[in-house]
Nanobody, 123 residues
Framework: EVQFVESGGGSVQAGGSLRLSCAVSGLTFRDYTIGWFRQAPGKEREGVSCIDSSDGSTYYKDSVKGRFSMSKDIAKNTVYLRMSSMKFEDTAVYYC????????????????WGQGTQVTVSS
């Protein structure tokens, strides 16, 4: 059974920083693409950042480029999302998810999901 333990969410003022963590178990970590997704109230879930297991490349949604940084620690089976210069529009529930060879950093391409952690940015 694939399990996720997400942490690091909370409230921050605009311009501030947070780091999310997602510890994954139940899969061979290096063989899976891991992604961070978010869903704001009334909006569809969207891909924020994904690390491709095949070549290690990292995708970022345009609106977070230069502000967010995703990394992974294979020894700890953990991925991180460092968020800085945060904006009100970054407010959402953030989820990590995993899949083997997904067709993109898009929610429909991922089967296994964490429960999410709330991030609130006050302006």
């Amino acid at each position: 059974e694939v399990q996720f333990v997400e942490s690091g969410g909370g409230s921050v003022q605009a311009g501030g920083s947070l780091r999310l963590s997602c510890a994954v178990s139940g899969l061979t970590f290096r063989d899976y693409t891991i992604g961070w997704f978010r869903q704001a109230p009334g909006k569809e879930r969207e891909g924020v950042s994904c690390i491709d297991s095949s070549d290690g490349s990292t995708y970022y949604k345009d609106s977070v480029k230069g502000r967010f940084s995703m990394s992974k620690d294979i020894a700890k089976n953990t991925v991180y999302l460092r968020m800085s210069s945060m904006k009100f529009e970054d407010t959402a529930v953030y989820y990590c998810a995993s899949e083997q060879l997904p067709y993109g950093c898009t929610p429909g391409a991922f089967r296994w999901w964490g429960q999410g952690t709330q991030v609130t940015v006050s302006s």
